[in-house]
């Protein structure tokens, strides 16, 4: 079953609800609905016993307890009392199907996208490797937390110090890289070392202190040969003045990256990641399937999009499995899920332990329906492949398709993934939003116009013109947005100096 919204085509901002299709048992609601109200849903007249919330769902449909509710044509739970038509359907009412691991049956691959030879083209860095970087900026990343705030001044320092050709310099703080075990230290160490491969990287420092557990040794064996002309190595106990060593090296780097310059290239060589956070009921219905078209043109022309939040898949993962290539793909896909399912049990928790209070207030009432809206973002592409915690695209990988990529839905933790898995820009879908940022641009489409109104200093894009405008017209819009802020334009994160990292830590700390 592959789901797209598509009756947002003809909505107009003048109809109070929308259900996403006639097999679905429940509308959301637009606006804020009163008790007694008359609302018309697919011809249908439906009297509110209650008040229903803006983002919040209400019964077009007699639903009995242990029947399950439907919405996106797919159970997003199981009623627990009778619900009646007109009455508020939420965390009252409902609960979550999910239970543990699953077996899943391979029945066939899924069909090849149609390629279009897309005319679009973007502004970007081209390197040696092939890759192409959406910004030219020096990275300073430490391998331990104890050398970080270091790090930051010399970025501070840094940035007086960049010319033309360089976009700017950051450091990347973070606590960890030290006091960490076996997979846990080895995490850390994949997420840098990636990071440091990153095309939008046309320079990185490795900042290291020289007695910790991530030793730069170690995370230099991480990185090819041919990426060392653009990496500098600083251990700061080795050094009377690490700070003077520190300027040293990257005056050497910015000497290179000066004569960098921006090249047109295809829209194919653009390496696109999938977010969302700050979820409303809204998100799957404008901003979700908004950025699927996005994540269609880029693989459409050749490209590839980066999906995560694997717990964020749960209970919509037939949706991906549907579309593997092939038994292999659908094998690791289906693992995958399955292994975070089990991280989850074996650490006492139940696997539906999500959606947070933000998304319950914002209308959405159980993981199913949360995943349901959030897999839209991955559009229709194939699934092409499947990758670990801190592995990266190879240059070339997986032209035309969706890579799956393991990561939490944690926006830090999984933003980060994405840029060390090679992305060089990243949609993000908010519903109640929020500034973060990540090492790349992190561009933030608002689910509705109350929020992009709101926060117009955190948004890039407002997806709630999908209601007025439709689905079509919204995206021709937002690929512009895409295309410019890949080109140099700067996304609000950046304007706003929202950048971090966030790792993932599993393990025991010492």
Known sequence: MRYRSTM???ISQSIPAIRTSEEDDVAVALRPLDPGAEVAVGGQAIRLLEPIPAGHKFAVAAIRAGQPVRRYRAPIGVAIQDIAVGEHVHVHNVRTALAGEKVYAFTGAGA???RERSTRTFKGYVRPDGSVGTRNELWILPTVGCVGRLGERLALHANGMAGQGVDGVHAFNHPFGCSQLGADLDGTAAVIASLAMNPNAGGVLLLGLGCESNQLEELLRRIPGERR???RVLRAQSESDEFAAGKVLIAE???????DRREEVPLSKLRLGVKCGGSDAMSGLTANPLIGLMADAVTEAGGVAILTEIPEIFGAEQLLLERAINEDVFDELSELVNSFKRYFLDHGEP???NPSPGNIAGGITTLEEKSLGAVQKGGLAPVRDVIGYGERLSPTASPGGLTVLEAPGNDAVSTTALAAAGA??????TGRGTPLGSPVPTVKIAS???LAERKPGWIDFDAGIVLERGMRAAAVDLLGRMVAIASGEPARNESNDERAIG???RGVTL
């Open 8 to 10: 947002v085509e003809t």
């Open 112 to 114: 090849e996208t149609a």
């Open 229 to 231: 002309g653009r990496l």
């Open 253 to 259: 780097l910015l000497e290179v990256m000066q004569e």
């Open 351 to 353: 696997v539906s332990e």
């Open 424 to 429: 060089t820009i990243t949609l993000f879908s």
């Open 448 to 450: 509705n116009h109350a």
């Open 503 to 505: 790792i993932w830590k």
